[in-house]
T-cell receptor
Framework: AQSVTQLDSQVPVFEEAPVELRCNYS??????LFWYVQYPNQGLQLLLK??????LVKGINGFEAEFNKSQTSFHLRKPSVHISDTAEYFC?????????????FGQGTILTVHP | DTEVTQTPKHLVMGMTNKKSLKCEQH?????MYWYKQKAKKPPELMFV???????INESVPSRFSPECPNSSLLNLHLHALQPEDSALYLC?????????????FGPGTRLTVL
């Protein structure tokens, strides 16, 4: 079965600390991977995506993610977080052969950055 | 223009009202999506239009009626809603509607059904 799991529902960190938000998927077909951020009462904004090629992808706001096919993971990282990074983060996967780019979302991780 | 716009931002309606949500994009995208998002949950896909044709309906109740008048516009007509339909309704678009096309999301309409 195809699924996406975000292992942590909430991640609290202090400002300027590094952070990793974890995402794992289950699939027997090819995958296209996305991380979105959602600030309170707003829509989703694309942080980064992995389609093919280099497994380390860099996105906006200093975030990066690494695709690990053997571990079926796509963890999001930032070396030093700011208060403004407080938001909810969704990992989303489009499975190969999926009609019309249908996304399967993880349950989301709320990142709270404390001063 | 890399924006998806949605109107209104907020909507309060009674269970007997008829209202519509509007979504617009001018990126030349050919796929448009409606999602419903409840608090502390990920978005749930409702409908997909591809090249102005309804391509996916995720078994959504008929009190939600989508419409795609042209390639830039997407409407969601609401009628006889229930309080449990209160949610954030998100519109998105993508270039070709394939697995590798990223979706661009609008800011959403916060709907409250009384």
């Amino acid at each position: 079965a195809q699924s996406v799991t975000q292992l942590d529902s909430q991640v609290p960190v202090f400002e300027e600390a590094p952070v990793e938000l974890r995402c794992n998927y289950s699939s027997s077909v090819s995958v296209y991977l996305f991380w979105y951020v959602q600030y309170p009462n707003q829509g989703l904004q694309l942080l980064l995506k992995y389609l093919s090629g280099s497994t380390l992808v860099k996105g906006i706001n200093g975030f990066e993610a690494e695709f690990n096919k053997s571990q079926t993971s796509f963890h999001l990282r930032k070396p030093s977080v700011h208060i403004s990074d407080t938001a909810e983060y969704f990992c989303a996967v489009s499975f190969g052969g999926t009609s019309y780019g249908k996304l399967t979302f993880g349950q989301g991780t709320i990142l709270t950055v404390h001063p | 223009d890399t924006e998806v716009t949605q109107t209104p931002k907020h909507l309060v309606m009674g269970m007997t009202n008829k209202k519509s949500l509007k979504c617009e994009q001018h990126m030349g995208h050919r796929a448009m999506y409606w999602y419903k998002q409840k608090a502390k949950k990920p978005p749930e896909l409702m409908f997909v239009y591809s090249y102005e044709k309804l391509s996916i309906n995720e078994s959504v109740p008929s009190r939600f009626s989508p419409e795609c008048p042209n390639s830039s516009l997407l409407n969601l007509h609401l009628h006889a809603l229930q309080p449990e339909d209160s949610a954030l309704y998100l519109c998105a678009s993508s270039q070709g509607g394939t697995e590798y096309n990223e979706q661009f999301f609008g800011p959403g309409t916060r709907l409250t059904v009384l």
